[in-house]
């Protein structure tokens, strides 16, 4: 293990559904990711948190909505998501801003 | 922004033989150059890194060289193993980014035959 620690493994959802994603790091790192892996693509930054702060939103579509209470955890809500949707979510964290280390991953199922 | 382009998309190897993946990148102010290694159903793990002010870098079987003047970099694994067999991703970023916006390759799939 890593020390960044993801719940749940697996989601199905439907459409109407909200749920949420959740990250823990045990590292003492002060910066938190989101990245989507979807098949034959380039894993996609989607929010970058800096000592709780976001830094960064690569366009990420309002259905997804990013919460770091804390520099140990992150969350990513979800609601009214589309089946293109459907990926495989990664949080990372880092103290060394280029050297992030990532969890399992949610496997996320919209139908 | 940066565009990384990661070739070949799958490769095949015999045991025992070499590997070599190739990343280009556009922007020439990158000058952090990662690869991460997904095994199947696993977190991307970081096995090998190279910064722009280095040519090559090595760690036991893995090596990275980087082309600053052409903007490659590639990875080298030799006499490889089954254990080997992974989706490979390579990435570049600035060092002045602070946010760690890592640019990913879409991944190279290896397989590694007895």
């Known amino acids: 293990e890593t020390g960044v620690t993801q719940t749940p493994r697996h989601l199905v959802m439907g459409m109407t559904n909200k749920k949420s994603l959740k990250c823990e790091q045990h590292?003492?790192?002060?910066?938190m990711y989101w990245y989507k892996q979807s098949a034959k693509k380039p894993l996609e930054l989607m929010f970058v948190?800096?000592?709780?702060?976001?830094?960064e939103n690569n366009s990420v579509p309002s259905r997804f909505s990013p919460e770091c209470p804390n520099s140990s955890h992150l969350f990513l809500h979800l609601h009214t998501l589309q089946p293109e949707d459907s990926a495989l979510y990664l949080c990372?964290?880092?103290?060394?801003?280029?050297?992030?280390?990532f969890g399992s991953g949610t496997r996320l199922t919209v139908v | 922004g940066e565009n990384v382009e990661q070739h070949p998309s799958t490769l095949s190897v015999q045991e025992g033989d070499s590997a070599v993946i190739k990343c280009t990148y556009s922007d020439s102010a990158s000058n952090y150059f990662p690869w991460y290694k997904q095994e199947l159903g696993k977190r991307p793990q970081l096995i090998i890194d190279?910064?722009?002010?280095?040519g090559e870098k090595k760690d036991q079987r893995i090596a990275v060289t980087l082309n600053k003047t052409a903007k490659h970099f590639s990875l080298h694994i030799t006499e490889t193993q089954p254990e080997d067999s992974a989706v490979y991703f390579c990435?570049?970023?600035?060092?002045?980014?602070?946010?760690?916006?890592?640019?990913f390759g879409a991944g190279t799939q290896v397989v590694v035959t007895p």
């Open positions: 948190y800096n000592f709780k702060e976001q830094t």
């Open positions: 990372a964290s880092s103290q060394d801003l280029q050297k992030p280390s």
């Open positions: 190279i910064r722009s002010n280095v």
């Open positions: 590292l003492g790192h002060n910066a």
């Open positions: 990435a570049a970023s600035m060092a002045t980014d602070s946010w760690g916006k890592l640019q």
